[in-house]
């Protein structure tokens, strides 16, 4: 067995004493050392040339304790502890970036449900700097497309509050951006869910609206409503009360002609009697049986015919009222075929207002819908305090104690305290700038809410927002936002046709202000939306309302309309508008829609009466026979009286010439009377004559 | 576990160790023990007893029968710790201590940390010397007679000092065996 190297069978006094006895602790090894070495005149220590197993062993031991007492510091440990650093340097610098890619690209994935991609990111630590050439976020709700895009960007991070485990971004600058863009693959992710769009369920669909008379079906208007018209039953009917009272009053009117006839017979016999030819007395006496005869004829027959005219007249007035209500009813059908179709210019009084809410609702929804967006990627940002242990709340023996507070800048988890885009130039004159800061993951924190900007400047045309979005706890309204929009065109095509036209354009300008509120959970607002340049064409020129619009529109040079909304839900769930020019079209609309109303009336009037065509035909063919029955019956009375006139006069006549006979014999008889009297005395009477 | 820690620390007590990395071992106990854990403060403290040269079974051995106790000094720990925090003169050092990276994670604004530390401290020196002599003393005097007694041959027939004292032969090998 060899000795080891230490135990040199020759060794200075200085060696020995110093590496060797001094490094050996036990008192009996030490005797042993001394034991086996002896100095010898040289001054120099000397061992035996050759040793036994046993103190070969021994010594092995004791050279082994040596070394392993040597130094204060386990080498074997700290190289590994050093292997391990490096081992961790060189991942860092291998991985470094790949694996802060993928923490970046799972954090956003987090806050924004969608999948996101950045490449080339290079994080330098000491410097606190991240580099990143590219960086999207799918758009949820539309996989498909980019939520944004960033290009070339540079972030600043706190180093310091890196190593608290503290996202802290100091700046944020990126020299390119973009929002809903294009993409290749879809940026769904498990679990994101694509956002189902309310609708908000009491948005009225605007009614349908048309002042072109040529627009307006009367025809299959009167076909669909024939069934509710009563003018068609009213025409039956009273075409049914004609065609009775014409049966029973012919045969009435015919008899009554008869009897007249017959009454006509008498009274001619009557009208024959030469009265100055009745000389005798029975001459006179045949012409009064006569006449008296014929009046009790006449007397007969003319009660006869009164009556029935009396009655004929009563159901021709019974006729003439039914005629008047049926012509009534036509007026009241056409007056509800009018209100089928509103021309009352009501729902015109604020057209302009509620063209324009309706291209607000849009627009002020799709606010409304990032300002929604914001608030859930912002809630998801900020973590709750469930389950979140504070360091007060740690346990072990530090709850004993107490931490004493020294001044210090505390940070959230995560804060941006400023990012900012800008991008103009590039050949284009489009100019975007944007600014965000103070966005946290603990608001209350920092006690500051996040606020931004954002400007986009292409030519003339200008778009900013501005706002702040509070998050912190005991606020009563989570955003306050502001927009801006200058030289923006609005061109509208569709939905127009109700309103008789075909395009309208304008530049606008638009503000408006709208506060979320927290309790609440909506948003109120009011803006002003200027149109100038405005450029509308109608449909048609038959198109009234089309016309109107496009005369009033092009008589003034600008258009503002007021604003008020409220959003709520899944969108805009009301607008109050008012334009500068409601009243003066509301004005010219009214007097134009009265004109149209009237020509549509008169063709709904047309319409319903070719309905009932026939009816009336022969309501006028039955009313001109039930005339002609009650011409007849006053035909016949008149024919009575002027029987009963000739009787009279024939009576007159007759009475005369009796009287006349009368007195001629009397005063002959008198004279011859007086004679004879004169004669007699009074001895014979004189015959009377009676009629 | 601990008997391999107390096989362990025989093993050092009469190996041909130096005696201060018995003693540095005690003293880094009793400095861990007071500390409280949970904090960067004494997990860095921790990982370098096992870089330096020091007995690590008797470390672990005294930590476990020191922090057993430590919570009876806890009050005292708190007063030392707060008269240290507060002292008017260190407020600037602390409060840039409490605003460097990483620093923080030492909870050294906590007064039992803080006291724990400083009595640590002041404790390490004199615990090293004490035990180290007391090692020496050891040594010098009792170990090779205690080796060759009738008491260690006979307390070396119960059990659990029998499976120590197999384990310090395996561990220690020659050293504990009387030449």
């Given amino acids: 067995m060899k000795v080891p190297k230490l135990f040199k069978a020759e060794l200075s006094e200085k060696r020995f004493r110093k590496k060797v006895i001094r490094r050996v602790y036990i008192e009996s090894e030490r005797n042993f050392l001394l034991g086996l070495y002896s100095k010898g005149a040289d001054g120099r220590f000397h061992r035996p040339e050759e040793l036994d197993t046993e103190d070969t062993k021994r010594l092995r031991q004791l050279a082994r304790s040596i070394k392993k007492n040597r130094g204060v510091l386990r080498t074997g440990k700290v190289s590994l502890l050093v292997i391990v650093v490096a081992v961790i340097l060189v991942f860092n610098f291998v991985f470094k970036n790949r694996l802060l890619e993928q923490a970046l690209e799972r954090g956003l994935e987090g806050v924004f449900s969608a999948r996101a991609e950045v490449d080339d990111l290079d994080f330098r630590i000491l410097s606190g700097r991240i580099f990143f050439a590219h960086l999207s976020v799918a758009d949820r709700e539309q996989p498909f497309r980019n939520l944004f895009e960033l290009g070339a960007t540079e972030v600043d991070l706190n180093t310091a509050e890196l190593l608290k485990a503290k996202v802290i971004v100091t ?4 020299l390119e951006i973009g929002w ?30 048309s002042l072109n008379l040529g627009n307006l079906d009367a025809e299959a208007l009167v076909d669909d409503q024939m069934e509710k018209l009563s003018s068609p039953a ?17 045969i009435t009117v015919d008899k009554s002609r008869a009897d007249v006839a017959d009454l006509s017979g008498h009274i001619d016999s009557v009208r024959s009697i030469d009265v100055r030819s009745l000389d005798t007395v029975p001459e006179l006496q045949q012409a009064v049986a006569d006449i008296r005869e014929a ?12 009556a029935v005219n009396t009655q004929i007249n009563a159901d021709r007035e019974g006729i003439e009222a039914a005629r008047s209500a049926f012509e009534k009813a036509v007026d009241s059908d056409v007056a509800y075929l009018a209100s089928l179709t509103d021309l009352s210019s009501g729902e015109l009084r604020s057209l302009v207002s509620d063209l324009v809410a309706g291209y607000l609702e849009q627009t002020l929804g799709r606010y409304y819908g990032y300002a929604r967006r914001v608030k859930g990627y912002a809630d998801k940002l900020i973590p709750g305090t469930k389950g979140k242990r504070s360091d007060s709340q740690r346990g072990g023996r530090m709850e004993g104690g107490e931490n004493i507070p020294f001044a210090a800048v505390v940070y959230p988890r995560f804060m941006l305290e400023n990012a900012g885009v800008s991008v103009s130039g590039m050949g284009t004159s489009e100019a975007i700038e944007g600014s965000v800061q103070n966005v946290s993951s603990d608001p209350d924190l920092i006690g500051r809410p996040v606020t931004f900007a954002f400007s986009r400047t292409k030519g003339e045309r200008q778009l900013s927002v501005d706002g702040v979005f509070d998050r912190r706890s005991n606020r009563k309204n989570d955003l306050i936002l502001g927009v801006q929009v200058a030289n923006h065109s609005i061109e509208l095509s569709e939905s127009l046709e109700s309103l008789g036209l075909r395009s309208l354009s304008a530049l606008y ?4 202000d709208f506060t979320l509120s927290r309790q609440a959970a909506s948003a109120d607002g009011s803006g002003v939306l200027d149109l100038y340049d405005l450029s509308v064409q109608p449909t048609s020129e038959q198109d009234l309302l089309g016309r109107t619009l496009y005369e009033t529109l092009n008589s003034v040079a600008a258009v503002a309309v007021e604003f008020d909304y409220t959003l709520s839900g899944g969108g805009v769930s009301k607008v109050v508008a008012r334009s500068s020019i409601d009243e003066q079209l509301s004005r010219v609309l ?16 047309e319409e319903v009466s070719a309905r009932i065509e026939a009816q009336l035909e ?16 006053g035909g016949n009375l008149a024919d009575v009286n002027a029987c009963e006139a000739v009787l009279a006069q024939k009576r007159g006549e007759v009475e005369k010439r009796i009287s006349d006979s009368q007195k001629q014999a009397t005063d002959a008889v008198k004279s011859e009377l007086e004679k004879q009297l004169d004669q007699i005395k009074g001895k014979v009477p004189l015959p009377r004559l009676n009629f | 576990m601990f008997v391999k820690w107390i096989a362990a620390l025989i093993v050092a007590i009469n190996a041909n160790n130096r005696a201060g990395e018995v003693a540095a071992g005690i003293s880094f106990a009793l400095l861990l023990a007071l500390i409280p854990g949970g904090n960067l403060l004494w997990t860095v403290l921790f990982i370098i007893t096992f870089l330096l040269k020091i007995n690590l079974a008797g470390e672990l051995l005294f930590l476990a029968l020191f922090k057993l106790l430590a919570p009876l000094t806890d009050g005292l720990l708190h007063r030392l710790g707060a008269w240290m925090l507060n002292r008017p003169f260190l407020q600037d050092p602390f409060t840039t201590a409490y605003n460097l990276p990483l620093l923080p994670l030492s909870r050294f604004n906590n007064t039992i940390v803080m006291g724990g530390l400083i009595a640590g401290l002041l404790l390490w020196i004199p615990v090293f010397f004490l035990f180290r002599q007391l090692v020496i003393l050891y040594r010098r005097r009792l170990r090779d007679k205690i080796a060759g007694s009738k008491l260690v041959k006979a307390l070396g027939r119960v059990p659990l000092v029998a499976s120590i004292g197999n384990m310090v032969r395996k561990l220690g090998g020659p050293y504990l065996t009387v030449r």
């Fill in chain 1, 171 to 174: 700046n944020l600058e990126s």
């Fill in chain 1, 180 to 209: 809903n863009t294009p993409r290749q693959t879809s940026g769904a992710v498990a679990g994101g869910g694509r956002g189902e769009k309310e609708v908000p369920a009491d948005r009225e669909q605007r009614r349908g609206l």
């Fill in chain 1, 234 to 250: 009213q025409i039956t009917a009273l075409n049914t009360r004609l065609r009775t009272l014409q049966q029973q009053w012919q």
């Fill in chain 1, 295 to 306: 009046a009790t004829a006449l007397d007969q027959v003319k009660n006869d015919v009164e």
């Fill in chain 1, 509 to 512: 300008r638009f503000h408006t």
């Fill in chain 1, 590 to 605: 009214k007097d134009r829609v009265a004109g149209i109303a009237k020509q549509y009336e008169s063709r709904l009037r």
């Fill in chain 1, 618 to 633: 022969e309501n006028e063919t039955l009313y001109g026979v039930f005339s002609g029955l009650e011409q007849t019956s």
